[in-house]
């Protein structure tokens, strides 16, 4: 009933469904697709479609903390047109990640990253339509690698999430207005370190890293360094990391 009343007063809405080519990838890759949209019961002029890349930040206020939804990067990819009632059309994409977007696929006990792509239809005095797609981003080889040695260190990668705001480091800083944190643990107790904190800033040719180390007895300490992509080495980034911590 209440569809029929929608559909006689021209109100019912537009169907989108985006369809992903290839919702695993990495960070600064290209992710191609489609979004495919079927008129609603009476012609809609469409302003235009947009893609938004999205994640769930940690925000802290005061003495509390929440999660909230954050658009990272965001695309243009249709102007304005019309769409007639009840037709079925189709508009291909491809458009390149942030070098910094979050890495969800991680072996971890407690993986909090959570990253889609917001489709978004701008229906001109109607309802907007939209669809939400999950995206699996993986550790780049330069990333990965850098887990790895850890891992040769002792360090074993606890939990990660995405905290708001901004990261600086020596010599650079992070850009999407969002940042993500790896836990790293000690498998047993050297050196007087509780845990370590590692952030990634990616960018084209190579990536920096700022680790934030919790100690015992002695506070919060940060360390950080640049890796350049061809000189990715887990044995190599392993000595790099024990005499960075003094283990």
């Known amino acids: 009933m209440l569809n029929k009343l929608m559909s006689s007063l021209g109100l019912q809405g537009i169907q989108v469904d985006t369809r992903l080519h290839n919702s695993q990838l990495q960070a600064g890759q290209v992710l191609n697709g489609e979004v495919i949209f079927k008129g609603a019961a009476s012609n809609k002029h469409i302003n ?50 942030p070098f910094e977007t979050p890495l969800t696929d991680l072996a971890c006990r407690m993986n909090k990253t959570r990253v889609w792509l917001h489709t978004h239809l701008d229906v001109d005095w109607g309802l907007d339509a939209t669809d939400k797609d999950y995206l699996q981003i993986s550790p780049t080889p330069t990333m990965h690698a850098f887990i790895q040695a850890m891992q040769q260190c002792g360090l074993h990668l606890v939990t990660a999430d995405v905290e708001k705001g901004q990261l600086r480091g020596n010599g650079f800083y992070s850009t999407l207005g969002c940042y993500q944190e790896l836990e790293f643990k000690p498998a047993q107790f050297f050196s007087g370190i509780n845990e370590v904190e590692v952030s990634f800033v990616a960018e084209q040719h190579q990536t920096h890293v700022l680790l934030e180390v919790d100690r015992k007895f002695r506070g919060d300490g940060f360390k950080s360094f640049t890796i350049p992509h061809q000189h990715a080495n887990p044995a190599v980034l392993a000595n790099e990391i024990r005499r960075t911590l003094g283990i």
């Open 48 to 97: 235009g479609i947009y893609l938004k890349l999205m994640t769930s930040a940690e925000v802290e206020s005061n003495d509390s903390e929440y999660n909230t939804d954050l658009s990272i990067a965001e695309w243009h990819i249709s102007g304005a047109f019309e769409l007639l009632a009840n037709q079925t059309h189709s508009f291909p994409f491809s458009i390149q990640l």
